[in-house]
């Protein structure tokens, strides 16, 4: 089993930045991806970010990509979700997880095997 728990949520105005961290403990070997992924209210859970922990590989969703930035700490068993140019869009509560994948793709019924328990972005107009 992996465990996974974020970090860094919180409320921003538009324009602003959040970090998001999500720490990893236990089997950690088994998890060859991680990243995140955001659920706003009313909506489905969509793909955000995802980075393949030994190749260093990184993957965006076209609605972050560029004001979003993905990266791991290995000595930490962290990975990170750098949030700029904030939109009110990208409210959403943001879920860090884990696979054996090291590609998200195709993301069409991709369910990654570990999951966080999820932090609150709100971003204020």
């Known amino acids: 089993q992996v465990q996974l728990v974020e970090s860094g949520g919180g409320l921003v105005q538009s324009g602003g930045s959040l970090r998001l961290s999500c720490a990893a403990s236990g089997r950690t070997f088994s998890a060859y991806g991680r990243g995140w992924f955001r659920q706003a209210p009313g909506k489905e859970r969509e793909f955000v970010a995802w980075?393949?922990?030994?190749?260093?590989?990184?993957y965006y969703a076209d609605s972050v990509k560029g004001r979003f930035t993905i990266s791991r700490d290995n000595a930490k068993n962290t990975v990170y979700l750098q949030m700029n140019s904030l939109k009110p869009e990208d409210t959403a509560v943001y879920y860090c997880?884990?696979?054996?994948?090291?590609?998200?793709?195709?993301?069409?019924?991709?369910?990654?095997?570990?999951w966080g328990q999820g932090t609150q972005v709100t971003v204020s107009s």
């Open positions: 997880a884990a696979d054996l994948r090291g590609s998200p793709y195709p993301l069409q019924g991709f369910n990654p095997g570990y």
């Open positions: 980075i393949n922990i030994s190749r260093l590989s990184t």
